[in-house]
């Protein structure tokens, strides 16, 4: 692989490193654009799932099937303005305190209440602007927006905010019951409006029986993750700083909660739970180095963690470990950890470096 480039506030000060890989990217932009043949929104929230969404969108903003980039929040929306000028639209809450500065920037606003459009609405005419928001309606997740059974059509009578689209989220798309009456209320509730609709997520348009859709959401499949047809992006490895023998009997990290059986040799990686690996993983967590799987053994500490390399091993200071990449997989962390993929690899977006490579 070569290497692309580095974010500012990345570079490689550390034998610890995040490589993320854009050629996968592009491969499942395109994959998922094929599959559904519609615009696409990728969410690039929580800093693209800890890949780095400013670096993401400059090579997204290429693709003329990308309608807009969601975001969760003000902050992201105005971060990554400063990387794209495709439309960015906030899918959670704004404060009404960034509003002003989010019209200032061309940035789309979900509205999920009454009272935030008319605060919104007085804003734009006040600016002699017209905000474009997309109305979140909750048809079953009981997290924000208006219940189906409101009255949308209010908006209709705030002539300074533009309904670009109205959408929903599925709170379980595997659970067909349950995602069929979230389809009919949003259907429902949707009637009589001429924009466009976005209720759900690639898994969602592919699982609901009958659900239409104008835009489709990609958030963790465009990663490469929750989706074995398309390809992972991040790969986690750092150098072996430190290696020593113990005796059988000796124990290792803290609470003395894991004892080597016989003599073996510890390695010792500059890295720990402040850059994302969880203690839930310790005693668990695997890792790869020169053709041999090893495993980590005691507790997970905040900057470094130690593996068992046997006796009979040639891995040395220096020697690079995987561990997460083409041997060593997020959904196993995951499965580990009994979380999901989401989480391991927004955590991962603390303080490891980040390079971009191409094959």
């Not at 960015?88 to 009272?115: K, R």
């Not at 019951?177 to 979230?182: A, D, K, V, W, Y």
């Not at 390695?267 to 969880?278: C, E, K, V």
Request: charged share 20%.
């Amino acid at each position: 692989m070569v290497q692309l480039r580095l974010d500012a506030q990345a570079r490689f000060r550390r034998d610890a490193w995040i490589e993320i890989n854009l050629n996968h990217l592009e491969y499942n932009i395109q994959s998922l654009y094929a599959e559904f043949k519609m615009p696409l929104m990728p969410v690039l929230k929580a800093d693209a799932y800890g890949h780095g969404a400013t670096v993401i969108a400059q090579i997204l903003d290429s693709y003329d099937f990308i309608y807009a980039y969601g975001v969760a929040s003000a902050d992201e929306a105005l971060t990554l303005r400063q990387a794209t000028n495709k439309k960015i639209v906030i899918l959670g809450i704004s404060p009404e305190w960034s509003l002003e500065q989010l019209l200032e920037h061309n940035i789309d606003i979900t509205i999920a209440s009454l009272e935030a459009a008319v605060k919104l609405n007085d804003l734009a005419k006040k600016k002699n602007q017209q905000a474009s928001i997309h109305i979140k309606l909750d048809t079953g997740m009981n997290r924000i927006g208006f219940a189906h059974e409101e009255n949308i059509n209010l908006f209709k009578t705030l002539t300074n905010l533009h309904i670009e689209s109205i959408f929903t989220h599925f709170a379980d798309p595997y659970n067909l019951e349950f995602s069929l009456q979230q389809k009919q209320y949003f259907e429902k509730s949707a009637q009589g409006f001429s924009c466009l609709k976005h209720p759900g997520s690639s898994p969602a348009l592919r699982l609901v029986p009958g659900l239409s859709a104008d835009i489709v959401r990609v958030g963790i499949e465009l990663y490469g993750l929750e989706n074995p047809k398309l390809k992972p992006l991040l790969s986690l490895y750092s150098r072996i700083s430190f290696v020593k023998k113990i005796n059988a009997g000796e124990t290792v990290s803290y609470k003395l909660n894991w004892q080597a059986q016989q003599e073996t040799y510890i390695a010792t990686l500059p890295l720990g739970y402040a850059d994302g690996l969880t203690r839930a993983l310790s005693n668990k967590l695997l890792g790869y180095c020169k053709g041999q799987v090893i495993k980590q053994v005691g507790n997970i500490t905040m900057d470094q963690v130690m593996f068992d390399l046997g006796l009979d091993t040639d891995i040395k200071v220096g020697d690079v470990v995987e561990i997460i990449g083409p041997h060593r997989s997020v959904s196993e962390w995951a499965k580990a950890a009994n979380t999901i993929s989401y989480e391991i690899v927004c955590n991962l977006n603390l303080r490891l470096p980040k390079t971009y490579t191409r094959d």
